[in-house]
């Protein structure tokens, strides 16, 4: 089930569970330590809150993104372990957890200040416009897959 992260209770059941990582908890599968899984997570926020930080795609790779992408991202099927990463999610380096935690609670705690109704039809960074429950299922999915890695 697709939590809703414009509602209090799923968002406050989000933030508990980011809470409940610490800097030696270990992944379940993957590569990432956790504090590149807590920068990695940030980016998607990033996109829409600081979207200086990254090049948009051009108009063939945002066509091809929605066409063999999209729908993979958007819908509530919950993502496998091991799901491929796109590059620009990459994290090579390491990352302080303390910050990146911190990072993703306030950008959790930003969204769903600025609600749903705002995120209807925006523009996103790789897929066009998307409607509030497709945002909503890419911020969840993207979130729970990486908790559940993480074993919370």
Not at 51 to 64: D, I, L
């Amino acid at each position: 089930m697709i939590k809703n992260v414009f509602n209090q209770n799923d968002v406050a059941e989000i933030i508990e569970r980011i809470n409940n990582l610490s800097p030696e908890t270990q992944a379940q599968w993957g590569k990432m330590s956790v504090g590149q899984m807590l920068a990695h997570c940030n980016i998607t926020y990033e996109y829409v809150f600081e979207p200086e930080k990254h090049k948009k795609a051009g108009a063939f790779v945002k066509f091809m993104l929605k066409l063999f992408v999209k729908n993979k991202v958007v819908n509530e099927k919950i993502y496998k372990p091991n799901s491929p990463t796109a590059p620009d999610f990459i994290i090579k380096d390491e990352k302080n957890f303390e910050e990146e935690k911190f990072r993703l609670i306030a950008f959790v705690n930003r969204a769903i200040e600025t609600g749903a109704d705002f995120f209807d039809n925006y523009e996103s960074h790789s897929f066009g416009k998307l409607n509030k429950k497709e945002w909503n299922n890419m911020f969840y999915k993207h979130l729970d897959h990486h908790l559940r890695q993480f074993g919370v």
